[in-house]
């Protein structure tokens, strides 16, 4: 195969900024997920002209391209699995501006997450949408997988703060969608349905983002419990006593174990799991609701409740949850990330579930997650060169999304479709309405060339396989 | 599976890299990726390409480059929450890119210089130390030129040297003693790892170390056949020599019988604290502990003596810390240097944006990797001036030459100044409480 692209690139960019040599190329390769996909060139970007030339290209020879962030996807999302073009989003990274009067930011696809809570803190403002990688990821990836955090329980996700976006389509041409005001309500709301598209629909190279006054006070508190599932029914029943806490978050015993020893803060790792609850808005409300909450929770079973007394203690809480996803590798290397989800009613039986297939299997299963939104991650650590074990592990994550959907759940609360998940849409959204979907795909990118591989199966993706990654 | 890829996994360490998740929680701390801006230079890129590396995928050439420019300051290892060890990869890295180099003669030559002759050399150090670093704008520099060396990088030792302080005389340097007694009683009895650059280029901050040292009540002994930490040599890949180093100074330190063994250069602290790990035959891992558990940096020793010591000179001014990271990141050596700061009267203390990131001296990389540690110099500056500071402290010879170079290149020579942490300390006038108390009841 000729590399005629290739030439149109370099001398449309120059050699030098088209990446082309093996210690870039096998730099691209990988996410935080499983499986590596070496791509033909990476090119960084800085302005949405240059986004355009390189679709124009690709459109005009049928190369791939994948938009990639910082690559902390958990589902394949920025994976070249069909070679081609990486971008390379990062590092366009420098345009943030935050407009306090009008509640909003407006932001470059390479400006971190955490940057834009940061700025608009400055004005007593929040982000409230908090991954537990906003320190590392962009917003075009949040936006692009539709991110959400522990926050998530009160505040809602990455979509619910985006009012607009700048995207170039996959044919090259610079669209708006929405624009800088609360309601807009002319014509169909492509904002919303770029938001989640993984990168299939177009390439965001701009974000209009809403913004919320921070509230003046919060607190936070640990609930130990003896079962998962009973703090699976003491979420249940905090949530459905009339209090909205921003923050539930479940760690189990594995979870607790990890983080524990990459620093000791003192967290109880006899426990079988913990809940970390914060409760925010005015001081008088906040201490009300704790009380009562307090009053739940040992109504429950809890075995212990501690509130933290300084901001200081509060921290090293919530930066202990933030290290669990990848310190519960320190068993195995190879960890098979989900994020299945249930309605909040159905967590204790989701738990329920989880424990059975985690012994039906004999799997290394671990839970963990926001549990507040039923957005439980259960995580298998495992290893990828054991080839017995991962057969198991295939079985195991199969049996989970079954478990969830017949719950009334979700496969991916958060973290996306990406490759691993293609194969179970059906399972969700029956024939007609995985259909529609593809038929969206087919009108906004009829060469299948942005990200494609994603979302939907291909010849390499029909099964979930493991077993060779 | 091949026996050849099999024997290289062991050696570059190829299982360690399974313990990385690629999450990117490393990417924020990596000085490299922040300036080359590439996951080539990312610690999860880096650790990626050894993996191919080690399963046959890419080439030797392939991974060179993003080695070599891993400045190997560890601030990735800290902050990954799987505890990768990075440090081992990388180590193991440099080691068969090491093995697998076709070197020229030249290159053979001018690193056996370096290497094997000048590093590990009492003499030599002293004859560099006496005539002006790297023999008076380099020896090695018009050395390199005389044999037309063009493959290896220009050292740039000219920007080097206008930094550099003015050399003792060599008289005074030969008439240093071999032990220093304890001013009033003795507490410990410490052995001075003097260093190499420290020895020769920072000679005053060694005399200053040991005159800090007594005051806080410690009998100095300097073993005579101590040598090289071997740190440079382990980063570039030789592990034999590194090793052999490493037996020498435990021999050395052992027949002087000390309590503690100090150091005043974060690096080759580093090094020392890392002894252990180069012996798999027991008799010497025993050695290697015992030198380890003795081993301190001298910040360590004068922090716990704060309550011995008084400094009776305030010094007005707005200082700020560059951290060695080889110090905070290996020895994990942090609260010291704060403290101590802070107990000296007068000193308004303010930290810059940053001040835990490497400042791109790293060994020798430096030299080796003009641009790329200037790239990264030029950022710390930039957040230094921001600080308003007039004083930077440091606390390794690399980052206290670096810092210079960085006042330098702002062109703030007169308005601000890198010091030591030792040195300042010195400046401050301590004086022994205890001595001070016995010269007042003598008076009285
Ligand atoms: C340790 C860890 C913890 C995590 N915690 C959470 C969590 O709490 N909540 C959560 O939701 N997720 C979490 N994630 C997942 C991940 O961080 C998010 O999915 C994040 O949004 C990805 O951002 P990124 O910049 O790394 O994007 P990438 O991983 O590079 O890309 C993600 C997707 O976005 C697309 N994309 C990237 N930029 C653009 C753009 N400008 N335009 C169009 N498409 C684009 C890519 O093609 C890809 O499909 C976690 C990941 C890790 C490793
Ligand atoms: S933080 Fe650790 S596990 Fe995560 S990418 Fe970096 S080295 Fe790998
Ligand atoms: S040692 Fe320093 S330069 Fe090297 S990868 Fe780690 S953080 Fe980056």
Known sequence: MSKDWLNALQSQFGNDRVMTETKDTHSYSFDASFGSFVPEAVIQVY????????????????????????????????????????????????????????????????VKTSAINEAAGKYGLMYPPDP???????????????????????????????????????????????????????GYDLTKLIVGSEGTLGIITEAVLKIIPKPQFSKTMMA???????????????????????KIELMDQASIEAVENFKPIGLPVNAEAILLIEVDGH?????????????????????????????????????????????????????????????????????????????????NLVVFGHAGDGNLHPNIICDKRDKEEMIRVEKAVAEIFEAAVSLGGTLSGEHGIGTMKAPFMEMELGKAGLDMMKRIKKAWDPNDILNPGKIFTSDQNNELVLSHG | MDKELKQLQEKINYDKTFDCVQCGYCLPACPTYETMKKETHSPRGRINLVKEYAEGKISVEDLKEPIDKCLGCNACTVVCPTNVQYGKILEGAKHVIEEKRTKSKKEEWVENLIFDKVFPSRKWMKRIGNVSWLYQKSGLQSLAQKIKMTSIAPLHLDQFEKVLPDLPSPTKRKSRPKVIKAEGETRMRVGFFTGCIMDSVFFEINKKTIELLIKAGCDVVI?????????????????????????????????????VIVNNAGGCGARLVEYEELFTDEQWKEKAKSFVEKTRDVSQILYEAL??????????DIVTYQTSCHMINVQKVTKEPFELLQSI??????????????????????????????DILDKKMTHVKVSRAHTIVTTNPGCLLQMKLGIQREGLQGKMRAVHLVELLHEAEPVSKERQVTAISNNA
Request: charged share 25%; aromatic share 6%.
């Open chain 2, 307 to 316: 309550d011995q010591i008084e400094f009776t000179r305030p010094i007005n």
């Open chain 1, 132 to 186: 537990s990688s906003s320190h590392v990821s962009t917003i075009g990836g949040n936006l692009a997988e539709n991110s959400g955090g522990p926050r998530g329980l009160k505040y809602g996700v990455t979509k619910d703060y985006v009012i607009g976006l700048e995207v170039v389509t996959p044919e090259g041409e610079i669209i708006r969608t929405g624009g800088k005001t609360i309601k807009n309500v002319t």
């Open chain 1, 224 to 246: 130990v419990f003896d079962s998962v599932v009973t703090s699976g029914e003491a979420i249940s029943k905090v949530l459905t006593s009339g209090l909205l806490p921003a």
């Open chain 1, 47 to 110: 302005t949405k002209e240059e986004i355009v030339k390189i679709l124009k290209v690709a459109n005009e020879y049928a190369v791939p391209v994948y938009p990639r962030g910082q690559g902390t996807s958990l589902s394949g999302g920025p994976l070249p699995v069909k070679g081609g073009i990486v971008i390379d989003m990062a590092q366009w990274d420098n345009d943030l501006k935050v407009y306090p009067e009008d509640l909003i930011v407006v932001a470059s696809p390479g």
């Open chain 2, 223 to 259: 073993p005579e056949t101590q040598t090289c930490c071997g740190a440079l040599h382990a980063h570039s890949g030789k592990v034999e020599s590194s090793r052999q180093l490493a037996k020498q100074n435990m021999i050395a330190f052992e027949e002087e019988h000390v309590d």
């Open chain 2, 345 to 374: 009267p007068g000193i308004e203390y303010r930290q810059f944006k940053g001040y835990d990131r490497c400042c791109g001296s790293a060994g020798i990389y430096n030299m080796l990797n003009y641009d790329d540690a200037m």
């Open chain 1, 283 to 363: 001081e008088e409300t906040v201490n009300e609701e704790v009380n009562q909450i307090h009053g739940i929770l040992n109504e429950l079973g809890a075995t212990d409740v501690v509130i933290p007394e300084t901001k200081e203690e509060e921290q090293h809480l919530w930066m202990a949850r933030k290290l669990v996803s990848p310190a519960i590798t320190r068993v195995k290397p190879t960890k098979v990330s989900e994020d299945a989800t249930v309605p909040r009613s159905q967590i204790p039986q989701m738990i329920e579930k989880l424990n059975a297939i985690k012994e039906k299997y004999h799997v």
